[in-house]
């Protein structure tokens, strides 16, 4: 069975940093399309930014410059760099790993159970 589990959310003031890790139980989603979503209180879900299976990415426009999606494949991990977070950027950010749509996008076939982050101003 898939399974990704979020890590590395928590509390910071607006301004601060905050790296957050999906771990992926089976190896060859590593070679998958996975992004990083998330929804605040009251709002949607939104995507914040892709990568696909050749390491295309795509990100959000109120993330771009601020956030960064890598991967560590020998870990089987892929991560989300946060920096300079604002009050809204507060929400429960959740993994998600499926197939290349192009262009960086994907579909999102597998979901992890979500990490709280919150920033304070």
């Known amino acids: 069975q898939v399974r990704l589990v979020e890590s590395g959310g928590g509390s910071v003031q607006a301004g601060g940093s905050l790296r957050l890790s999906c771990a992926v139980s089976r190896y060859t989603l590593m070679n998958y399309c996975m992004g990083w979503f998330r929804q605040a209180p009251g709002k949607e879900r939104e995507g914040v930014a892709t990568m696909d299976s050749v390491g295309r990415t795509t990100y959000a426009d109120s993330v771009k410059g601020r956030f960064t999606i890598s991967k560590d494949n020998a870990k089987n991990t892929r991560y989300l760099q946060m920096n300079s977070l604002s009050p809204e950027d507060t929400a429960m950010y959740y993994c998600?790993?499926?197939?290349?749509?192009?262009?960086?996008?994907?579909?999102?076939?597998?979901w992890g159970q979500g990490t709280q982050v919150t920033v304070s101003s």
């Open positions: 998600a790993a499926g197939r290349d749509l192009g262009g960086g996008a994907c579909t999102t076939d597998y």
